[in-house]
């Protein structure tokens, strides 16, 4: 039988493990580096990132159809952007994270980038 006291302290254990859900899970969550795919670049859908000091928000990743050999796919940003921020190789960086120049393109609903990872 557990008494009160053990009960209170297991208790309190749980409310600080889940406040700290979004830290545990951004540890979890792969790294972006220079040879990400679309499975870890999925696992960060909805996070928030930076364009050139602009923040902007993951909202999609997914696969492009393709003949290639390899993995193809696209990712999409949304966000305020200035009105000159158009089609160019830009840095994204994330909270605490390295930054990656990627070629972004401009959408009526944010930015595009689009991946073709040859195998060979």
């Keep these: 039988m557990i008494n009160k006291r053990d009960f209170l302290k297991s208790g309190g254990a749980a409310i600080v493990a889940s406040t700290s859900t979004p830290a545990a899970l951004a540890a979890v969550r792969p790294s972006l580096g220079t040879w990400a795919g679309l499975t870890s670049w999925q696992a960060h859908v909805g996070q928030r990132f930076e364009v050139d000091g602009h923040a902007v928000t993951l909202q ?27 089609n160019a190789i830009h840095t994204l960086t994330q909270g605490g994270g390295g930054a990656q120049a990627l070629y972004l393109a401009r959408t009526p ?12």
Excluded at 60 to 79: I, K, V, W
Excluded at 109 to 120: E, M, N, P, S, T
């Design 60 to 86: 999609s990743a997914s696969a492009l159809p393709g003949r290639q050999l390899g993995e193809q796919f696209c990712l999409r940003f949304a966000g305020a952007l200035p009105a000159g921020m158009g």
């Design 109 to 120: 609903q944010g930015l595009r980038a689009d991946f073709c990872r040859l195998r060979g």
